[in-house]
């Protein structure tokens, strides 16, 4: 009951807005426990809606709410935040209180995923049960079209839709945290609402006011009159029967879990239909929906837990599942386990997996996506059971899951396919791209499961004559059957049917189906092997010019002999080309190689006479690891071909800096004011000098060699003219220079210390030391000039 000094609503509702601006978010939330335990539902009724939107933010993403998918648990909020909204806690509290007195709460149509709000506009009722008879009529004046929903279904559709409200970051935060409240808070429902053990608790006022609590059975899914025209029948409010006192209480035993995962199913998965995914095709049609990286990873939660959720149905029960007389004695939650991967999730996560693969980036970001796809083709991995394989053994697929491959065919074959499109455009150095290949064929080489998509592909194509003399039946849609407790497809035996019913029912009636172990997809996987074969050379040339450089380096220029090589230091080399890294690329591609050999059925012989058209001579390798190019007086020139490569991805050139070496970054191991007045020094030398510098240079004989062995960076010029560099570019490094930042490294300085200590030893003075330095320095140029005039003779 509600207390004696009760405020007015209007006065209640004024509060709560003024105390949401200026009280911190735990005595907010200890004053809302306080109103929701003392006011009565006629006046939570009106604060409502806007404690919803406070919360999850608004519809239009305008308001952020409480900001549930950056809150992580480093915050002193996230406790109070999920304690408030825990399904035993306030928040659901007041969900159950409202819904006992059978109140409506209105969403504009507009809000709905793209199929849903146009089947609406155009008449038709939409797939999904979920928003049967709740359209309502607008008011005179105003065009919009809004449903009504039920306060259990007003808030969990504010919940999911707040996951794909665009919002801006906060600053130093990410979206795609699997530790933020709102992921933690998915988890926890799921939990709850589609327990592995036991059953659903019941809502607390599931007793006061009857059955108003739940919506009821509904019939089967049908079309509005007039189909494609608003007719009357769009708005007619009792097309569907209504809520019974006498309805059966074990079919509404479980209409929240029913409510919850239709409800995250339609709005982060059904964005695309069939006729909508088939326009995408063209590049001229814009995306309506894209999906970020913490979408995904949450519909990744979402098919672990109803993969855990389905494999907890009772043994007794999956075995009598074709038993007709056995359905009397399944509980609603057993068998809403039985239908509920099928029949509620797997043509949407289709069609958005397939949009997924098509539209998302070639980066690594599609690893969410990848693991999604791989999470729901292996339901086996969410048994419970307990299993122990040895590290380098493939998992062996139990024959039981025979019937959920040949169901799910097309998840296998023509996901895979789209992998491999992916694949052969992406750059496999990387250690995560290469990654993303071993687990893909790593799953398709688990024993057993090539057999069982080859054996579903034969029943598919089965002639259709076959079945002629069997009963008839259309092939029917997932979506078709309105409540799928209430009134069920009938048993299927036919597995023939069943899989040609699954293919049909994804890909339309006039889908033309390419075998995974067909000809042309073989083609594309001995492309991709090629592929793999050329990243592992690519990575092996990386790995070992790392170690020549290191090797190089490490004596001679601690004491100023070598090269510095300032160009390495500056060649951009990604935290995926360490040492570390390249290894586990060699390891990821090497094990992808041997499970698609496997999959594929490809014997040693046939994986060497396809790797051996790869030159493995290192020049020819270099070149066929260039993009294609022609080479021109000034180096190399890209043709069309080579653009094409380098836009796909499939070949690079090696990052080089072009620019002047003197203007280089300052490094750690130099000094910053010496690097700056030395080539200030340089720069007067060069601008006064440079002309007599050139004729020197130019000179045929041995003093003009010489002198270029000091003036030009002749390595430079070398590498310039293998990367397509403009005649600017190749004209300034052959210009001769006098280059003095080398006497700014540590290093050098270092090394002329001890020449001058060992001279001081030796009792040299310092000009007499500086004229050996010069001296020695003098001898060196003129023998690496001798050794130098003899190779090119030879």
């Not at 809606?49 to 608004?58: A, D, K, M, Q």
């Amino acid at each position: 009951m509600a207390a004696p000094n009760l405020q007015q609503p209007s006065f209640l509702l004024a509060n709560l807005k003024a105390d949401s601006t200026t009280k911190p978010l735990l005595q907010r939330c200890q004053n809302l426990v306080k109103i929701i335990d003392d006011y009565p539902a006629k006046e939570l009724h009106l604060i409502f809606p806007w404690l919803v939107e406070c919360v999850f933010g608004s519809l239009d993403g305008v308001l952020t709410g409480w900001n549930l998918r950056f809150l992580n648990s480093r915050s002193n909020e996230y406790n109070i935040a999920m304690e408030f909204l825990d399904p035993n806690g306030p928040m659901m509290k007041l969900v159950y209180k409202l819904q006992a007195e059978e109140y409506k709460y209105e969403i504009p149509v507009r809000y709905l995923p793209g199929p849903v709000k146009e089947s609406i506009q155009e008449g038709v009722l939409p797939d999904c049960p979920l928003f049967h008879n709740k359209l309502q009529l607008p008011l005179s004046g105003l065009p919009t079209l809004n449903l009504a929903l039920n306060p259990f279904e007003f808030y969990m559709f504010n919940f999911a839709y707040s996951l794909i409200t665009p919002k801006s970051y906060p600053p130093g935060q990410h979206g795609s945290n699997t530790d933020s409240a709102y992921f933690m808070l998915v988890d926890t429902y799921l939990k709850y609402f589609l327990p592995t053990e036991g059953s659903v608790p019941p809502s607390p006022f599931s007793n006061s006011r009857g059955s108003g609590t739940a919506p009821s059975p509904r019939s089967p899914s049908v079309y509005f009159a007039g189909h494609g025209v608003h007719g009357p029948s769009l708005f007619k409010h009792h097309i569907f029967h209504q809520p019974s006192v006498n309805a059966d209480p074990a079919a509404q035993e479980i209409w929240r879990s029913e409510t919850l995962l239709q409800m995250f199913v339609e709005i982060w998965l059904h964005h695309y239909s069939l006729d909508m995914y088939q326009k995408l095709q063209s590049p001229q049609v814009k995306e309506p929906f894209s999906p970020t990286e913490e979408h995904v990873l949450v519909v990744r939660l979402l098919v672990k837990h109803l993969h855990a959720f389905s494999n907890s149905l009772k043994p007794e029960q999956l075995t009598s599942s074709t038993s007709a007389h056995s359905h009397a004695h399944t509980s609603p939650l057993e068998e809403f386990k039985r239908v509920v991967v099928q029949r509620f999730v797997q043509q949407k996560l289709y069609l958005f997996l397939q949009h997924c693969f098509g539209h998302w980036p070639l980066d690594a970001t599609f690893r969410a996506v990848l693991e999604t796809w791989l999470s729901y083709i292996q339901p086996w991995r969410y048994t419970g059971e307990k299993t122990n394989p040895q590290p380098n053994q493939n998992r062996t697929v139990p024959d039981k899951w025979a019937s959920f491959v040949q169901e799910n065919l097309l998840m296998y074959t023509k996901l895979f396919q789209g992998f491999l499109n992916r694949a052969v455009r992406t750059d496999l150095v990387i250690a995560k791209n290469a990654l993303m290949v071993f687990r893909v064929s790593k799953v398709f080489a688990q024993l057993n499961l090539s057999e069982m998509i080859q054996k579903g592909e034969q029943l598919f194509l089965e002639p259709e004559h076959v079945l002629h003399h069997r009963q008839p039946r259309g092939y029917l849609s997932p979506n078709q059957a309105g409540s799928y407790l209430s009134s069920r497809q009938r048993v299927v035996t036919d597995t023939v049917f069943r899989v040609k019913n699954h293919v049909y029912a994804l890909e339309g009636q006039d889908c033309q189906y390419k075998q995974m172990f067909g000809t042309e997809l073989r083609g594309a996987v001995l492309k991709l092997i090629q592929i793999i074969a050329q990243a592992r050379q690519t990575a092996k040339r990386i790995s070992d010019q790392s170690v020549e450089v290191v090797g190089k380096n490490s004596f001679l220029t601690w004491f100023g002999i070598g090269s510095a090589n300032l160009n390495n230091t500056f060649s951009g080399s990604e935290p995926e080309e360490t040492e570390e890294c390249l290894k586990k690329v060699h390891e990821f591609l090497d094990r992808a190689l041997e499970n698609l050999c496997q999959v594929f059925r490809l014997n040693p012989g046939q994986l060497t006479q396809l790797l051996s058209n790869l030159d493995t001579s290192e020049d020819d390798f270099n070149h066929t690891q260039l993009p294609d190019c022609i080479q021109g007086e000034d180096g190399l020139i890209l043709t069309d071909l080579g653009r094409r490569q380098i836009i796909n991805g499939q070949r690079r050139f090696d990052f080089v800096y072009q620019g002047d070496p003197e203007l280089l970054p300052i490094r750690s191991y130099e000094n910053a004011l010496l690097v700056r007045v030395l080539y200030r020094i340089s720069s007067l030398v060069n601008e006064r000098f440079g002309g007599r510098m050139n004729a020197l240079c130019s000179r045929p004989d041995f003093l003009g060699r010489l002198s270029c062995h000091y003036l030009r960076n002749s390595d430079s010029t070398a590498k310039l003219r293998k990367y397509p560099v403009t005649r600017h570019m190749l004209g300034r490094s052959r210009q001769p220079r006098l280059s003095l930042r080398p006497l700014a490294s540590y290093r050098m300085l270092l090394t002329l210390l001890l020449f001058y200590m060992f001279g001081f030893l030796l009792s040299l003075g310092p000009i007499s030391s500086t004229l050996l330095i010069l001296l020695g320095g003098f001898l060196y140029g003129v023998l690496m000039t001798l050794i130098g005039d003899k190779l090119k003779s030879h």
